[in-house]
C-alpha cells in the first residue's frame, strides 16, 4: 500500500514527486513511457513565460507567476541549463500597439513586473535581426528559456534520490475506489495507494472520468516546431513573439536553453491524442509566420523538426486538486501552456495539499542536491583538464557535434534513473542532438548502453519498446 | 603548451597527402591530429572500389589507397595522434585537443591546415513530415555500420538520394541479403557516376525512380514505410501519383556538408556557395597561415584531387612557416596591467627561430582571468585561466610566423585583463 501514487512522469508528476518526497510517505510514480519526459514535456517551447497573458484571475495567471518567480532559483539547485532572456512582442503596425499597452495592463493585474513598451528603434537595436516591418513591441524582462528535459529529470533524480518509485513501462488501466483509497490497474500489476494524483497529460481527462462525475474533457491542439544548428543561435537574443491570437501565443522564434534556434508552434485543434506527427503544411505555416518576424530567417540549417500537444481543457484553464466527489484524488489536468513555468508552482500545491489530506509530517531528511554531472563542453580549458585528470573517461569524446564524453554518457547511464534508451542518453547529455543528429555517436552509444545494462546490441531501443536500432548482423540474413 | 611548425586537423587523404608534401618540403616538425582511431579517414569505409585511377592508374579500393599515403607517412616517420579531437582553434592558431592519454592539449602551431573532410547531410535539412521514429540514417551512417560494424540497419530498405553512397549502398546492402526495394531521386537525374549506376543498380536490378521523393513517413515507433510520390518539374510533389512502400528502414543520400565549425571559431571566412572557407590561391583562409584542402574546402566526388589539392596546401603552409623576414628592427616587450615582468624584454624577429617563449609571472592572485598578448596594442592572443599566482610561471608562445606577418612591428605587450581575486 502507498500512500501516493502518482500517474504520469512528465514535468508535473516529475515536480510534484519532488516537493512530496518532503514528506515522510511511501511514495510510487507510475508511467507508461519507457522513460521520464516522454511526452508533452518534450515537445514544448521551453519558454519560461513572464506571464502577462493569461487572463487575470485564472490558475494559469496564478502560478504561470509563481512558477516563474521560482525557477531560477530551482535551475541553479538542481543544475538545470535556464537563461533569464527577456521576451519581446513585437507588433507591425501603429494601431496594434494600443494592443501592447493592454497587455501592460493584463500583466501588471497578474503581478508581472519590469514590462516595458519599446519603440521601433530601441526594439531594432535590442534585435537587429527583427523585421524592418517592425514598429515597436513589449518588453518582458523576467522571460526565460529553459531545458524542458533537465527540468523534468532533474526533480525525478531528486524524487528517487527521496525514496520515491518509479515505474516505467507501466500503464494505468484502471482506477477504483477502495474501502481504504485506491485500486490502480495496470499492464505492471496492481497497486493499491491511499491518495492518487493524475498528471497524465492528454490522458488526464480519461483517468479522471474512470472516477469522478464532474467530467472533464481534453482536446488537444497541437504545435509544430523547426529546429536550427547552433551556428544560427544567436539569430535572436530574446525570445520574440508576435501578439497572441486569443487561442495561442503564436509562432515564435528564440535561442533554446542550450544555445539552439527554436521556431513554433502553429495551433490544430482537436488534434488525436496519439498524433505527434509534423505535416508539411504545418512546417510551412511555422516557417512563413517566422519569417515576418525575422529577416533572413537560415532555413538551410534546420537540423530538425518535433510537434507537441497541448493538454487544453474545455473550461480553458488548469484543472488543480479534488473533484467534490472523489477525495483523496487529485488532479493536475488541462495543463497546457504555461504549464512548463507553472509546474514548480503547481508541484508544491499539490504536494502541500496531499500531505495535509494525509496528515504527513516532513521528513527529517532531504536530499536537496542531484547527483553530480558535469556538461564538459561548457567548461574552460584549465575545468576540462582537471575533471580529465579525475576520470580520463573525459578525454575520450563520443559526441562530436555537441562535444559529450564517454564518462558523461556512463554517468547518464549510472544516475538515479538512469537512461536506458538513445533518447534518454541524448536528452540528459545532448548527445545525438547536433547538428548530425546521431549519424556518427549513435552506433558508439548503442555499443556503450549495451556494455552497461549488459543487454545484447540489438534490443537497445532509440525509446520506445519496438523502436529497435539494429536489425542484426551482416549476412544474418543470408 | 606546446610549439609545432605545422598542426594538421584530419587525417583523411586530404591530412596525409598534406603533411607528406610539407615534409617533402623542409618541414619536420608536423603533428597530425585524427579524432578517429585510424588514419585514412572516410576512405575506410568505403571498401569498394574506383579509387586511385588518376593517380596510380589502377583501381584501388578506399583502405587500398589510403594505404599508399599512410605507408609512405610512417616511412617518413611523421608525427600523428590519433584518437584525439580538436575542439577549438584560434585566429592566431592555438589548437586545443583531447584525446584519452593527455586529455586537453594546447598547441601553439606556426601554421595549420584544415583537413577535417565533411559530414552528411541530416534529415532534419528535408523536413520530411511525418513521424519520427527508428530505422532512418544517413547512408554514410549505414555504410559504417555494415563495413566497419558488421550491423545490419534493415532488411527491407528504400534509399532517398541517388548520390554516390547511396548507390554504393543499395549494392552493398544487397550483397548482405537485405532487400533493396528502391532508389528515390527527387531531380530528373541522378547526381551519382554512371558507372555506379550500371554497376549498383541495374545489375542488381534495383530500381532508380527519379523524379520521386518520400512525401511522408510512417511508423510511430520503428519506421513501417514510407510514402513515395511523383515531383513536377518545380520540384513539387504530384497529388495523386502518392503510393505507400513498406519497408524498416530508409537511408538518405542528400548531400555532405563541410565540417566547418572548427573554422568558424578561428574566424575563417567561409564561402555560403560551398559552405568551405574562402582561400587565395595558395588555399590559404582569411586568417594567415591557416590552410584548407580536401572536403572541408569543398565537396569532392574524386579522392585523387583531394590528394592533389592537398599536396599544394601542404607546399604553401612550408612556405609560410619558412618565410623569414630579411628587416631588422628591435621590439621591445612589455610587461603590462598584472604583470611583474617578461623574459625576455626585447626580440629581435630576425632570430627567433620557430618560435619566441615568452616567460612571465602575474602580480597577484587572479581567477578567471585572461592573459592577452598584444603586438602593437592589437590583440594576438586571448587565452582564459581559471587561476594565476605569482607563485607560478606562466608562459606565452610566439611563433616565427606572427612576426614575419608584422615587418613593422615595434612593441608587444603582455597583460591581464578581468577579474581579479586577492
Ligand atoms: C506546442 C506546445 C508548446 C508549449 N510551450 C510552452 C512554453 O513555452 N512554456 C510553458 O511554460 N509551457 C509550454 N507548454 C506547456 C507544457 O509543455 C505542458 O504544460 C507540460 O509539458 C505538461 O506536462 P505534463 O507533465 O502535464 O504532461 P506530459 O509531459 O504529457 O506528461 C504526462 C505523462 O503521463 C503519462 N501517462 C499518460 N497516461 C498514462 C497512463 N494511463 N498510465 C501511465 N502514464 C500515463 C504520459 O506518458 C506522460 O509521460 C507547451 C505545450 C505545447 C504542446
Ligand atoms: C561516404 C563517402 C563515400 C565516398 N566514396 C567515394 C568513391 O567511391 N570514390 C571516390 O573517389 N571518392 C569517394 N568519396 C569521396 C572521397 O572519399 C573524399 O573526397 C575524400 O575522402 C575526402 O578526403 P578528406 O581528407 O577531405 O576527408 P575525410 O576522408 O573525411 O577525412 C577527414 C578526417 O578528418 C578527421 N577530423 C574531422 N574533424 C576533426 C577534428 N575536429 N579533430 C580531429 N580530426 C578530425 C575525420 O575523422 C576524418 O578522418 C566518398 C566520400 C564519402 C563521404
Not at chain 1, 513589449?138 to 526565460?144: F, I, M, N, Q, S
Not at chain 1, 580529465?388 to 554518457?409: N, P, Q
Not at chain 1, 547529455?429 to 552506433?443: E, K
Not at chain 2, 530508409?250 to 568558424?264: H, Y
Request: aromatic share 6%; proline share 4%; hydrophobic share 40%.
Amino acid at each position: 500500500m502507498y500512500d501516493s501514487i502518482i500517474i504520469g512522469a512528465g514535468v508535473i508528476g516529475a515536480n510534484i514527486a519532488r516537493e512530496l518526497a518532503r514528506y515522510d510517505l511511501k511514495i510510487a510514480v507510475l508511467e507508461k513511457m519507457s522513460d521520464v519526459c516522454e511526452a508533452t514535456s518534450k515537445g514544448n517551447s521551453g519558454i519560461v513565460h513572464s506571464g502577462y497573458d493569461a487572463k487575470p484571475g485564472t490558475l494559469k495567471a496564478k502560478y504561470n507567476l509563481t512558477g516563474n518567480q521560482m525557477m531560477p532559483e530551482l535551475c541553479r539547485k538542481l543544475n538545470i541549463p535556464f537563461r533569464q532572456n527577456g521576451s519581446l512582442t513585437i507588433v507591425f503596425n501603429q494601431e496594434k500597439m494600443a494592443e501592447l499597452e493592454k497587455l501592460i495592463e493584463r500583466g501588471i493585474e497578474n503581478g508581472v513586473s519590469g514590462l516595458m513598451i519599446l519603440d521601433r528603434e530601441t526594439t531594432m537595436k535590442l534585435e537587429p535581426n527583427l523585421n524592418d516591418a517592425v514598429v515597436g513591441s513589449l518588453y518582458a524582462p523576467t522571460a526565460g528559456i529553459v531545458d524542458p528535459f533537465q527540468l523534468t529529470i532533474g526533480p525525478a533524480e531528486i524524487a528517487v534520490q527521496n525514496g520515491v518509485k518509479f515505474f516505467l513501462s507501466t500503464e494505468v488501466t484502471g482506477l477504483y475506489k477502495t474501502k481504504q483509497g485506491f485500486l490502480v490497474k495496470t499492464n505492471n500489476g496492481n497497486f493499491e495507494a491511499l491518495t492518487v494524483i493524475n498528471a497524465a497529460g492528454v490522458f488526464a481527462d480519461d483517468i479522471n472520468n474512470w472516477i469522478s462525475e464532474r467530467k472533464r474533457l481534453i482536446r488537444p491542439r497541437k504545435g509544430e516546431y523547426c529546429l536550427f544548428d547552433k551556428e544560427v543561435g544567436n539569430l535572436v537574443e530574446h525570445t520574440i513573439f508576435q501578439l497572441p491570437s486569443g487561442v495561442s501565443k503564436g509562432v515564435l522564434v528564440t535561442p533554446t536553453a542550450e544555445g539552439n534556434l527554436l521556431i513554433g508552434p502553429n495551433s490544430l485543434p482537436d488534434n488525436d491524442k496519439f498524433d505527434i506527427l509534423t505535416s508539411a503544411e504545418g512546417i510551412q505555416y511555422v516557417l512563413d509566420t517566422a519569417k515576418k518576424s525575422v529577416r533572413n530567417l537560415p532555413t538551410n540549417q534546420i537540423i530538425t523538426g518535433f510537434a507537441g500537444l497541448r493538454a487544453s481543457e474545455k473550461d480553458g484553464d488548469f484543472v488543480l486538486g479534488e473533484p467534490e466527489d472523489v477525495p483523496g484524488f487529485f488532479n493536475a489536468l488541462g495543463i497546457e501552456s504555461p504549464g512548463l513555468t507553472a509546474a514548480p508552482a503547481i508541484a508544491v500545491d499539490l504536494a502541500t495539499w496531499v500531505a495535509e489530506y494525509l496528515r504527513a509530517q516532513l521528513k527529517a531528511e532531504y536530499i536537496e542536491k542531484r547527483v553530480e554531472y558535469h556538461r564538459f563542453a561548457d567548461l574552460s580549458t584549465q575545468e576540462k583538464q582537471e575533471l580529465f585528470k579525475s576520470d580520463h573517461d573525459y578525454g575520450k569524446v563520443i559526441c562530436r557535434c555537441e562535444l559529450v564524453t564517454l564518462a558523461e554518457i556512463k554517468n547518464a547511464i549510472r544516475r538515479p534513473l538512469g537512461a536506458t534508451t538513445l533518447d534518454g542518453i541524448k536528452r540528459r547529455t545532448r548527445a545525438g542532438s547536433g547538428r548530425c543528429q546521431g549519424g556518427f555517436c549513435s552506433p558508439r552509444i548503442l555499443e556503450i548502453l549495451s556494455e552497461e545494462l549488459r543487454k545484447d546490441i540489438r534490443e537497445i531501443v532509440k525509446s520506445s519498446e519496438k523502436s529497435t536500432y539494429l536489425v542484426g548482423f551482416d549476412k544474418d540474413m543470408l | 603548451m606546446e610549439y609545432r611548425d605545422l598542426v594538421i586537423i584530419g587525417a583523411g587523404p586530404a591530412g596525409l597527402a598534406a603533411a607528406i608534401s610539407a615534409y617533402e618540403q623542409g618541414i619536420r616538425d608536423i603533428l597530425i591530429l585524427e579524432r578517429e582511431n585510424f588514419l585514412g579517414g572516410i576512405l575506410n569505409q568505403c571498401v569498394h572500389n574506383g579509387f586511385g585511377l588518376h593517380t596510380f592508374h589502377e583501381e584501388l579500393t578506399g583502405p587500398e589507397y589510403a594505404s599508399r599515403y599512410i605507408d609512405k607517412l610512417s616511412d617518413l616517420k611523421i608525427e600523428y595522434m590519433l584518437e584525439t579531437m580538436v575542439i577549438d582553434i584560434s585566429e592566431m592558431r592555438n589548437v586545443i585537443a583531447i584525446n584519452e592519454k593527455r586529455g586537453v592539449m594546447e598547441i601553439q602551431a606556426g601554421a595549420i591546415i584544415l583537413a577535417m573532410g565533411c559530414r552528411e547531410r541530416p534529415r532534419g535539412a528535408l523536413n520530411i513530415p511525418g513521424s519520427r521514429p527508428s530505422g532512418i540514417y544517413s547512408a554514410g551512417t549505414a555504410q559504417k555500420f555494415v563495413n566497419l560494424d558488421g550491423y545490419l540497419p534493415g532488411r527491407e530498405i528504400v534509399i532517398l538520394g541517388s548520390g554516390d553512397i547511396g548507390l554504393i549502398m543499395a549494392r552493398r546492402l544487397t550483397l548482405e541479403g537485405v532487400n533493396v526495394k528502391m532508389v528515390l531521386e527527387i531531380l530528373p537525374y541522378s547526381s551519382g557516376l554512371k558507372r555506379n549506376i550500371v554497376q549498383c543498380l541495374d545489375d542488381y536490378d534495383i530500381p532508380l525512380k527519379l523524379s520521386h521523393t518520400v512525401t511522408k513517413i510512417h511508423g510511430s515507433e520503428r519506421i513501417e514505410g514510407v510514402t513515395v510520390s511523383q515531383v513536377d518539374e518545380d520540384l513539387m510533389p504530384i497529388p495523386g501519383t502518392e503510393t505507400y512502400v513498406s519497408c524498416d528502414a530508409l537511408l538518405l543520400s542528400v548531400g555532405l556538408i563541410p565540417e566547418n565549425e572548427l573554422s568558424r571559431k578561428a574566424n575563417v571566412t567561409i564561402n555560403p556557395k560551398t559552405q568551405g572557407p574562402i582561400v587565395n590561391e595558395r588555399l590559404e583562409t582569411s586568417r594567415p597561415g591557416i590552410f584548407a584542402c580536401g572536403n572541408v574546402l569543398h565537396v569532392h566526388d574524386l579522392v585523387d584531387y583531394v590528394s592533389e589539392e592537398a599536396a599544394l596546401a601542404g607546399k604553401n603552409a612550408a612556405d609560410f612557416i619558412k618565410n623569414v623576414s630579411s628587416e631588422g628592427l628591435e621590439v621591445e616587450i612589455f610587461a603590462g596591467d598584472g604583470v611583474r615582468y617578461t623574459v625576455p624584454n626585447k626580440v629581435n624577429p630576425i632570430n627567433v627561430e620557430k618560435y619566441l617563449p615568452v616567460r612571465f609571472r602575474v602580480t597577484k592572485v587572479f581567477s578567471q582571468a585572461t592573459v592577452l598578448v598584444e603586438f602593437d596594442n592589437l590583440p594576438v592572443h586571448k587565452k582564459k585561466k581559471t587561476i594565476m599566482t605569482p607563485g607560478e610561471m606562466e608562459q606565452v608562445f610566439l611563433p616565427k610566423s606572427w612576426f614575419t606577418e608584422r615587418p613593422f612591428l615595434r612593441k608587444i605587450t603582455v597583460r591581464i585583463e578581468g577579474d581579479e581575486n586577492a
